[in-house]
Nanobody, 122 residues
Framework: QVQLVESGGGLVQAGGSLRLSCAAS????????MGWFRQAPGKEREFVGA????????YYADSVKGRFTISRDNAKNTAYLQMNSLKPEDTAVYYC???????????????WGQGTQVTVSS
């Protein structure tokens, strides 16, 4: 089992920045790729981005490319989502997830955090 806990969400004005953290415990963190997803009210869960177990490879949804950056610190068992130039349409609950393989498909992820709310005001 891998337990994931997100933090860092909150209310920010459009154009602002937030950094989300995802702290992992349990099985070896660096055995897993990490993904970030988000879900807005009334919408399906959406892929935001992912990072390989080593941190060498990252992937992003087109909607966040150039604004969001995913990183990880395997020594701290933590993944990060740096969000810059935030827009009101980025408002959602953000989830981190762990998978053996990098993927943009939610069902490929075995472990999920509880989510953290990000609200961007216009």
């Amino acid at each position: 089992q891998v337990q994931l806990v997100e933090s860092g969400g909150g209310l920010v004005q459009a154009g602002g920045s937030l950094r989300l953290s995802c702290a992992a415990s349990g099985r070896t963190f660096n055995n897993y790729a990490m993904g970030w997803f988000r879900q807005a009210p009334g919408k399906e869960r959406e892929f935001v981005g992912a990072i390989s177990w080593s941190g060498d490879s990252t992937y992003y949804a087109d909607s966040v490319k150039g604004r969001f950056t995913i990183s990880r610190d395997n020594a701290k068992n933590t993944a990060y989502l740096q969000m810059n130039s935030l827009k009101p349409e980025d408002t959602a609950v953000y989830y981190c997830a762990a998978s053996r393989y990098v993927s943009g498909i939610p069902t490929m992820y075995n472990y999920w955090g509880q989510g953290t709310q990000v609200t961007v005001s216009s």
